[in-house]
């Protein structure tokens, strides 16, 4: 049985071909996975952090919250490449592209005149 989104399976039919054939209703649920995976994004490391620390109640551990912010991490990185892929669509950074803006400041020091 093929997986269609505008069309869903009902928790009925969906006991009666896990009863019927348990290879197709895994197969089902597979290409049901991988259409919703599309809508999703990585966690970042601040909810990866919350989740944990949810889950175990507040008391984590040090190697957990290290496994946390591992994988919080991997998601982050995701995310600022997203971020930089869509600024590079836009035409990148403005003020290094305005010829208008002359003296951009990037340290501290040169912020006071």
């Not at 009666?16 to 995976?37: G, P, R, T, V």
């Not at 949810?54 to 190697?63: D, F, H, M, Q, Y």
């Not at 490449?81 to 305005?98: F, M, Q, R, T, V």
């Amino acid at each position: 049985m093929k997986f269609d989104p505008q069309n869903e399976l009902t928790e009925k039919q969906l006991d009666e071909l896990a009863n019927q054939n348990f290879d197709e209703f895994l197969d089902y649920l597979d290409q049901k996975a991988a259409h919703l995976k599309q809508f999703t994004r990585p966690l970042g490391s601040y909810e990866t952090k919350h989740f944990a620390a949810w889950t175990k109640g507040g008391e984590l551990t040090t190697e957990e919250l290290k496994k946390a912010k591992e994988i919080g991490k991997a998601g982050d990185e995701a995310r600022m490449e997203n971020i930089s892929k869509a600024s590079e669509k836009l035409g990148g950074d403005p003020k290094y592209k305005d010829s208008g803006i002359k003296n951009v400041k990037t340290h501290r020091s040169q912020w006071f005149d």
